[in-house]
């Protein structure tokens, strides 16, 4: 079965501090990782995708297959961070995207 | 270019009511979605569509249905609304196998008294 499991339902930080928001998951297959996010009053957008191996806004995620997980993490945490986050994963063809609970961060001053 | 246009953005229902809520998208996608989300539970699969005219269940089918007649609409309709649907409801696509990445709706926003 497929799903997405996101174990902090608030992270709270300071800011400057290093952030690292967790997702594990379960596919049977190569699943492909993203992380979207969800500023206040604004839409659900992506932040991030595994194959892209991308930098987004100082965010980093690596996928570990052997513990089937796909972090999240930031050195440096900004107010402007503060957001829900949303793991998720899709086959490969991209037919159905599963997604996580999701871990609303809150950076502080 | 607008994108994902979801209407309405809010409605209130009484129990039993009917209603239809649109999903609208410019980008010539194939590939659309509806969700809902609901506190500590994140985003759940209603029903999706892989092409116009075709139509399949997602992880929370039960009381909704869909209908795709046109390639740049999705409709969600509630045939008799339930308390347990109020939620936030949130359109997606995307374009095909190669550019794998969901935009998304605004969201409507959903009360069943």
């Known amino acids: 079965a497929q799903r997405v499991t996101q174990p902090e339902k608030l992270l709270s930080v300071f800011k400057g501090a290093p952030v690292e928001l967790k997702c594990n998951y379960s596919y049977s297959g190569s699943p492909e990782l993203f992380w979207y996010v969800q500023y206040s009053r604004q839409r659900l957008q992506l932040l991030l995708r595994?194959?892209s191996r991308e930098s987004i806004k100082g965010f980093t995620a690596d996928l570990n297959k052997g513990e089937t997980s796909f972090h999240l993490k930031k050195p440096f945490a900004q107010e402007e961070d503060s957001a829900m986050y949303y793991c998720a994963l899709s086959g490969y063809y991209g037919q159905n995207f599963v997604f996580g609970p999701g871990t609303r961060l809150s950076v502080l001053p | 270019n607008a994108g994902v246009t979801q209407t309405p953005k809010f409605r209130v229902l009484k129990t039993g009511q009917s209603m239809t809520l649109l999903c609208a998208q410019d980008?010539?996608?194939?590939?659309m979605y509806w969700y809902r989300q609901d506190p500590g539970m994140g985003l759940r699969l209603i029903h999706y569509s892989v092409g116009e005219g075709t139509t399949a269940k997602g992880e929370v089918p039960d009381g909704y249905n869909v209908s795709r007649l046109k390639k740049q609409n999705f409709l969600l309709g509630l045939e008799s609304a339930a308390p347990s649907q109020t939620s936030v409801y949130f359109c997606?696509?995307?374009?095909?196998?190669?550019?794998?990445?969901?935009?998304f709706g605004a969201g409507s926003r959903l009360t069943v008294l």
């Open positions: 595994h194959i």
């Open positions: 980008m010539n996608h194939e590939y």
């Open positions: 997606a696509s995307t374009g095909s196998r190669a550019n794998n990445v969901l935009t």
